[in-house]
């Protein structure tokens, strides 16, 4: 008898009337129409059963921190950086698990069963490194947490910055970060991007690089990333982050640059909801709202995801872990509105940050992790418009969240007595 089989699914490749049969936590079978008896069985009445949501980019340390100890008044990167720095002193080992541990609540609750987190590496107390380690280990049941060694302040800029990063990689984070833009000078940016990528390669490690953050057209530290990706033969392990100042770059040199990129095998966050609120805040008009360039990425044939990034902290005040809405917000900035490029979306916060994280048995085949979300849609591009409610959150089979379906009731003379929302033809 199998565990869980969940049959009249939509999956998001566009098969219906699906069956998707789980044993021992995995995938055993997914066919047309099966049916075979199990200990629970779920009719999914032809909704949307997808693969859970993958964050590629999120700040665990700082989540939930919003107004502590005061507001970003200007709302720029930088005050916020600043306001960030103001508040390390104050931390507390219980406060920032406590902190985490709620967000990844909500996280369950919307589906999102994998992030990728920078910690703040530049204390050499690793208090934050220490908390979200612990996190990471009390989270294991229900959230796949990878952390990445993130010199905030600087890894040269500060003092000690190289040291305390290798510190936090010996005490068990999982990638190598760093910030290029927040150096002195453009030639330490570069030359940081160089000394973390030998970091990475010579402990084996993957390379997520915080990346041209920047309104300035010349800050093209994304080269140096794919640069040393390429000589250092770490081809399909590098990702740079956010790569905000491609959206100001000259189209000749970004001619040049996205086959480099592409050469290297980079991979990349565009985190939508943060770039278009940091960016161009010394811009009069027209203001630039400062997303990569996405399509143009994706078309160069690199693996591109949306990330969350922020949630209530010293940079962003909104936010709830619904990986939809960041979709959704990256859609509509990059104008993805065909069928196909909506898709494309829907894919940038499930199977290409997956692939981003190397996450080992995700996937809807036989064989994958039964890591599985029922959405109140019946495709993905009905779950962008909605960001539909997560019925059903299994984590290894074992559900772990369920939220009512989304109904209104309505009192109209002649029409029916409730609406979903949903789009029936």
């Known amino acids: 008898m199998l565990d869980l089989l969940i049959h009249n699914a939509a999956l998001p490749d566009g098969r219906q009337n699906m069956s998707v049969a789980v044993q021992a936590g995995r995938i055993v079978e997914v066919s047309e129409g099966l049916m075979a008896p199990a200990a629970e069985v779920v009719d999914a009445g032809g909704l949307l059963l997808s693969t859970p949501f993958v964050d590629a980019h999120f700040h665990m340390d700082a989540t939930l921190s919003l107004g502590l100890p005061r507001l970003n008044q200007s709302g720029t990167l930088l005050e916020g950086i600043a306001l960030w720095g103001e508040l390390k002193p104050h931390l507390t080992f219980d406060a920032l698990v406590d902190r985490a541990l709620a967000y990844c609540d909500w996280a369950v609750a919307n589906g999102l069963l994998a992030i990728r987190s920078h910690v703040d590496t530049s204390d050499p107390s690793m208090l934050a490194v220490e908390a979200l380690l612990a996190v990471k280990k009390k989270v294991a049941p229900y959230i796949d947490l990878q952390l990445v060694a993130f010199p905030q302040d600087g890894v040269l800029r500060s003092k ?4 305390n990063l290798k510190k936090a990689l010996s005490l068990g984070v999982d990638v190598v970060g760093g910030i290029p833009h927040f150096e002195r000078t453009m030639a330490d940016g570069a030359a940081s991007v160089k000394l973390l990528c030998e970091l990475a390669a010579e402990q084996g490690k993957l390379v997520d ?17 794919a640069y040393e990706a390429n000589r250092l033969g770490l081809h399909g392990r590098v990702t740079g982050s956010h790569l905000t100042s491609m959206h100001s770059m000259d189209n000749y040199y970004v001619s040049k640059l996205l086959p480099l990129m592409a050469e290297a095998q980079l991979s990349v966050v565009s985190n939508p909801l943060i770039n278009i609120t940091l960016q161009g805040r010394h811009d009069t008009y027209p203001k630039r709202r400062g997303m990569t360039r996405v399509p143009e990425i994706m078309a160069a044939g690199m693996t591109v995801a949306f990330g969350q990034d922020c949630c209530m902290d010293p940079w962003y005040s909104m936010g709830s872990g619904d990986m939809l809405e960041v979709a959704s917000m990256g859609l509509h900035v990059a104008q993805m509105t065909s069928q196909s490029a909506m898709q494309q979306c829907f894919d940038a916060v499930t199977k290409n940050p997956a692939r981003i994280l190397h996450l080992q048995g995700y996937g809807l085949e036989a064989g994958c992790n039964a890591n599985l979300v029922l959405l109140q849609a019946q495709n993905p591009v009905e779950a962008l418009r909605l960001k539909a409610t997560r019925l059903k959150v299994w984590r290894r089979g074992v559900l772990v969240a369920q939220t009512p379906p989304r109904t209104a009731a309505l009192s109209l003379a002649g029409r029916p007595p409730q609406t979903s929302f949903l789009h029936t033809k």
């Not at 000690?160 to 040291?163: E, F, I």
């Not at 690089?209 to 800050?219: A, K």
Request: aromatic fraction near 0%; glycine fraction near 10%.
């Open 160 to 163: 000690g910055g190289v040291d």
């Open 209 to 225: 690089m915080h990346c041209d953050e920047s309104d300035d057209p010349l800050s093209r530290h994304v080269e140096t990333l």
